[in-house]
C-alpha cells in the first residue's frame, strides 16, 4: 500500500507537472510564437507592398516589442518611399506633358515661321518683278524724254532760225519799200 501510495503520489505529480508544462506551453505559445508568427506575417504582407498593415506591440521593452518597433519602422519607410515614388511619377508625368507642348509650341513656331518664309519670298519676288517693270518704264521714259528733249532744241533751232529769216525778210522788205517810195 505505501508503495501504491507513492505510485500514485508520483502519477499525482506527474499528472500536476503535465498540466504545468502544458499550461507553459500554452502560455509560451500565446505569449511567443502567436506574437512571432503574425510578425511574420505582416513582414510577408509589408514585403509584398501592403502598407495598410497595422503593426501592435510596440510600447513594451521585449524582444518581441522591438521587433514589432522595428517592423514599424519599415512601413513607414516604405509609406515614405512609395509617396516619393508617387511624387517622382507625378513630376516625370509632369516633365513630360511640359516637354510635349514645348516641342508643339516649336513645331507651331516653325510652321508659321516657314509660311512666312515663304510668303516674304513670294512678296520679294513679286517686289523684284515690280521694280523690273519700273526699270524697264523708267528707261524708256528716260528714252522717250531725251528724243522729246532733243526734238524740243531741234525746234527752238527751227524757230530761231524761223525768227532770224523773218528779221531778214522783214529787214529785205523795207528795203524795198525804201527804194519803192524813192
Known amino acids: 500500500e505505501l508503495f501504491f501510495d507513492r505510485c500514485l503520489q508520483v502519477l499525482g505529480l506527474a ?26 506575417d505582416k513582414m510577408g504582407r509589408l514585403a509584398a507592398g501592403d502598407t495598410a498593415i497595422t503593426v501592435e506591440g510596440t510600447d513594451a521593452e521585449t524582444e518581441l516589442a522591438a521587433l ?9 519607410n516604405e509609406v515614405e518611399r512609395a509617396a516619393a515614388v508617387e ?44 521694280s523690273r517693270a519700273l526699270s524697264t518704264s ?9 528724243t522729246v528733249a532733243a526734238a524740243a532744241e531741234q525746234a527752238a533751232a527751227n524757230v530761231q532760225t524761223a525768227a532770224a529769216a523773218t528779221e531778214e525778210l522783214f529787214a529785205s522788205v523795207s528795203a524795198i519799200r525804201e527804194r519803192v517810195t524813192e
Open 15 to 40: 499528472f500536476a507537472l503535465s498540466v504545468a508544462v502544458t499550461l507553459l506551453a500554452f502560455a509560451i505559445r500565446r505569449s511567443i510564437v502567436r506574437p512571432v508568427a503574425e510578425i511574420t
Open 68 to 76: 514589432a518597433r522595428a517592423l514599424e519602422v519599415f512601413r513607414s
Open 87 to 130: 511624387r517622382e511619377r507625378r513630376e516625370e508625368a509632369l516633365r513630360a506633358e511640359r516637354a510635349e507642348r514645348i516641342g508643339n509650341l516649336a513645331r507651331s513656331f516653325d510652321s508659321r515661321v516657314g509660311r512666312t518664309l515663304v510668303a516674304l519670298d513670294t512678296s520679294v519676288g513679286e517686289l523684284e518683278g515690280s
Open 138 to 146: 523708267a528707261e524708256a521714259t528716260s528714252l522717250r524724254s531725251s
